[in-house]
T-cell receptor
Framework: ETGVTQSPTHLIKTRGQQVTLRCSSQSGHNTVSWYQQALGQGPQFIFQYYREEENGRGNFPPRFSGLQFPNYSSELNVNALELDDSALYLC???????????FGSGTRLTVV | KQEVTQIPAALSVPEGENLVLNCSFTDSAIYNLQWFRQDPGKGLTSLLLIQSSQREQTSGRLNASLDKSSGRSTLYIAASQPGDSATYLCAVRLGQAGTALIFGKGTTLSVSS
């Protein structure tokens, strides 16, 4: 049973650029959630995808968008990067109707 | 708005000590509460999950309790070891489909040998 895989592990971008982060969910899981964790803070919910549709969203602007694919993998896209977007981005997969989450190791994004 | 607070923010103990980490939440209408462990720069590992109808859960040297009415949970770690050094995060979930985990900022634990 494979866990959640995120790529890339580290990324440096310039303010104003766009970035795409990727997540492969755990085998058997059909729901993917994305979280942003700034240094010294707890993770903050960005959004969740189920059956390729967004079915929950936190307090993040529209320049944060996502996709879920038929194989349940997912992408997080961030447009017009700002310095405050620098953070660890965590992907978590789960199976709808069950309570357990499996988190990936995250992508560390630095915006300069 | 649900808020989760963890006290203390950091804790240093010698190996072998028993310790308690605290988590409080402002809205008692939760679906469940989970404790996670995070090693530096890494993802989260689920430790214990307590449903809203439960009072406690145990796994090895870890025991988590939940008191919904007072909005509190504790994570008890018995006989701490240097390998327990990590940040421990508490998270509440308000419902099922489409709802998020709401995290506290965590308690960073350091266990010295």
């Amino acid at each position: 049973e494979t866990g959640v895989t995120q790529s890339p592990t580290h990324l440096i971008k310039t303010r104003g650029q766009q970035v795409t982060l990727r997540c492969s969910s755990q085998s058997g899981h059909n729901t993917v959630s994305w979280y942003q964790q700034a240094l010294g803070q707890g993770p903050q919910f960005i959004f969740q995808y189920y059956r390729e549709e967004e079915n929950g969203r936190g307090n993040f602007p529209p320049r944060f968008s996502g996709l879920q694919f038929p194989n349940y993998s997912s992408e997080l896209n961030v447009n017009a990067l700002e310095l405050d977007d620098s953070a660890l981005y965590l992907c978590a997969s789960s199976l709808a109707g069950f309570d357990g989450y499996t988190f990936g190791s995250g992508t560390r994004l630095t915006v300069v | 708005k649900q808020e989760v607070t963890q006290i203390p923010a950091a804790l240093s103990v010698p190996e072998g000590e028993n310790l308690v980490l605290n988590c409080s939440f402002t809205d008692s209408a939760i679906y469940n509460l989970q404790w996670f462990r995070q090693d530096p720069g890494k993802g989260l590992t689920s430790l214990l999950l307590i449903q809203s109808s439960q009072r406690e859960q145990t796994s090895g040297r870890l025991n988590a309790s939940l008191d919904k009415s007072s909005g509190r949970s504790t994570l008890y770690i018995a006989a701490s070891q240097p390998g327990d050094s990590a940040t421990y995060l508490c998270a509440v979930r308000l419902g099922q489909a489409g709802t998020a985990l709401i995290f506290g900022k965590g308690t960073t634990l350091s266990v010295s040998s």
